[in-house]
Nanobody
Framework: QLQLVDTGGGLVQAGGSLTLSCAASGRAFNTYNMGWFRQAPGKEREFVAHISWAGSTRYYADSVKGRFTISRDNAKNTVHLQMDSLKPEDTAVYYC??????????????WGQGTQVTVSS
């Protein structure tokens, strides 16, 4: 079981940066693949980034590749999403996710509550 809490969202100007954090609690966090998904109003929740349980491999959606970086610190039970060069189309609620089957982009069953990212032009 994992419990996930997302923080770090906010309002940022286009071209700016934000870093989202996900604090996890539960047994054996370092055995879970982790990721981030996002959902904009009227749209399906979509894959953003995924990191393997050991942190050795990362995947990104094409729309964010080169701009976003996912990382994890298994000693601290945290996952982060550094978002640079933000665009208005990045505006969404971002959700931390755990337990996916690598390398699937389908989510695992554990979700954070979501944190709002709004990018103004």
């Amino acid at each position: 079981q994992l419990q996930l809490v997302d923080t770090g969202g906010g309002l940022v100007q286009a071209g700016g940066s934000l870093t989202l954090s996900c604090a996890a609690s539960g047994r054996a966090f370092n055995t879970y693949n982790m990721g981030w998904f996002r959902q904009a109003p009227g749209k399906e929740r979509e894959f953003v980034a995924h990191i393997s349980w050991a942190g050795s491999t990362r995947y990104y959606a094409d729309s964010v590749k080169g701009r976003f970086t996912i990382s994890r610190d298994n000693a601290k039970n945290t996952v982060h999403l550094q978002m640079d060069s933000l665009k208005p189309e990045d505006t969404a609620v971002y959700y931390c996710n755990g337990g996916s089957q690598w390398p699937s982009r389908m989510p695992g069953k554990y979700w954070g509550q979501g944190t709002q990212v709004t990018v103004s032009s």
